[in-house]
């Protein structure tokens, strides 16, 4: 986390942050991937395809 925060422009990374932002991208990444895996099953497959995760995140 420390490396994708410093991408964003920080010198420092506090311990914290870095704790907070990747317990909030695990929240986001669950909630896309429940989508993704609602859309797979609707169209009857098992396999959550990148399609699935385009449509969870976009539409």
Known sequence: MDDLIRSAGAERVDER???KLSD???DKGSAILERAR??????G???ITKEDVYLAVNV
């Open 24 to 26: 909030l991208l695990e």
């Open 17 to 19: 942050a870095s704790k």
């Open 38 to 43: 609602i859309l797979a099953d609707h169209a």
């Open 45 to 47: 497959r098992t396999k």
